[in-house]
Structure formats: C-alpha cells, structure tokens
Nanobody
Framework: QVQLVESGGGLVQAGGSLRLSCAAS????????MAWYRQAPGKQRELVAV???????NYADSAKGRFTISRDNAKNTVYLQMNSLKPEDTAVYYC????????WGQGTQVTVSS
C-alpha cells in the first residue's frame, strides 16, 4: 500500500518558486506531525520543515523565511511552498511523519539552476 506520494517538483531558475504536495494515507497523517525532508546527491536526508496537527510550524535554518509548510487535514495532504529558491536547494524532497513514519515515497526532484 502506497502511503506517501510527493509531487510538484521540477526545474526552476534561482529566485523562482515551487509548490510541493504530498498525499498521505490516513494511518500516517492522522494525529501526527508531518514533515518535509530532502536529500541532496551525496548527502544524508535532512529535515526541512515540520507542521503539527494544530498547525504549529518549524523550519531548518536554511528554509526559514523562504519556505512555508501547510496541511489540509480534510485531504490528508501536506504542502511546501518554496520561494526564492537557491541552487543549494537542489535535492529530492520527501514527506513523512515526524515521529510516526511510514514507508518513504519516491520523492519529487527539485532542481534549481543558477
């Protein structure tokens, strides 16, 4: 059973924007803080942004002021609005629960050209 499906990535120039979406199964989404992660080539996966069930958000320093995480509890969907993108944001982006995780999805590739 597919639990997490990310979409919305693409190729964008530096300074551009993208909006990522993640459709999650109820078993992962319900009553669970959700998060976006990313993994750049040759690097470990890192936490980018978190949102609690009540909508409280937190961001990695690299994302603060540029990225916005949100969730639609009726649709079991998490979003990541990314503005002012930089080449160093290039990575595969994944969503998952923060504490209660499911199987990782395929992710969505974000490539930012300089």
């Amino acid at each position: 059973q597919v639990q997490l499906v990310e979409s919305g990535g693409g190729l964008v120039q530096a300074g551009g924007s993208l909006r990522l979406s993640c459709a999650a199964s109820g078993s992962i989404f319900s009553n669970n803080a959700m998060a976006w992660y990313r993994q750049a080539p040759g690097k470990q996966r890192e936490l980018v942004a978190v949102i609690t069930t009540g909508g409280i958000t937190n961001y990695a320093d690299s994302a603060k002021g540029r990225f916005t995480i949100s969730r639609d509890n009726a649709k079991n969907t998490v979003y990541l609005q990314m503005n002012s993108l930089k080449p160093e944001d290039t990575a595969v982006y994944y969503c998952n629960g923060l504490l209660r995780k499911g199987s990782w999805g395929q992710g969505t590739q974000v490539t930012v050209s300089s």
